[in-house]
């Protein structure tokens, strides 16, 4: 049957999410600053543990007037060497998945994780430390002023849309985050281990893909 929030969904009128209430420190004060205090303030950044253990913060990349805005988990290994989101296999499966629907890293589309920080060993990210470092992504969004954002994964998801969904159940509708029209998928890292899930990321894209035509 049919719940009361999926027949809204349908007619485009999803509930719109708020971000969780942050706590007190946060990372950075908000504020209307601009992308080079931005990206200044960034590497400096001790507001979590995470900056002890981190070769380098991997602050997001291009378009900074993108349509599109990506947001995945974490730095991983070599996103904290070279300082770059989305490299390795997983960002050559993203670079794919960009290709699919004519679209290009660094052309009218902007990367970004919700953690500037990699975790250790690549565990999970803590719920401080998304509160702590989820201003900065904020202020990433505010900047960029996408058309549309693609949350990839259950970290970016969860984060944005402040619910404790799966994806599973958070896949083929469109939210807003602060006003910017959003639609999860799955996380490409996780897509490399699960390819059954791959179709259904397909699907997620060419779901976008209609959505931004639209708007
Ligand atoms: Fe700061 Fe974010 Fe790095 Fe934590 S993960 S130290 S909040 S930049």
Redo the contacts with the bound molecule.
């Keep these: 049957m049919t719940s009361r929030h999926d027949r809204l969904a349908e007619m485009g009128l999803a509930p719109v999410w708020r971000l969780r209430q942050r706590p007190s420190p946060a990372?950075e004060k908000p504020s209307a600053r601009g992308w080079v205090e931005l990206k200044q303030a960034?590497p400096g950044?001790?507001?979590?543990g995470?900056?002890k253990s981190?070769t380098q913060?991997v602050f997001g990349v291009g378009d900074e007037q993108a349509d599109w805005m990506l947001v995945g988990e974490a730095p991983g290994a070599e996103e904290d060497r070279l300082g770059e989101p989305f490299v390795g296999q997983a960002g050559k499966l993203l670079d794919n998945m960009l290709a699919a629907i004519d679209l290009k890293r660094g052309e009218n589309v902007y990367i970004a994780n919700v953690?500037?920080?990699r975790p250790p060993a690549n565990r999970n990210p803590e719920a401080d430390?998304v509160a702590?470092?989820t201003p900065?992504l904020k202020e990433q969004i505010s900047l960029i002023k996408p058309k549309l954002i693609i949350a990839m994964g259950r970290f970016a998801a969860q984060t944005l849309l402040a619910s404790d969904a799966s994806i599973a159940s958070l896949r083929g509708r469109v939210y807003r985050y602060e006003g910017v029209p959003l639609i999860v998928t799955y996380h490409p890292a996780y897509l490399l281990r699960s390819l059954p899930d791959k179709a259904k990321s397909w699907a997620d894209l060419v779901f976008a893909k209609k959505t931004m035509q639209t708007l």
């Design positions: 990372a960034v950044c001790t507001a979590c995470l900056h981190r913060t953690l500037k920080c430390e702590k470092c900065f």
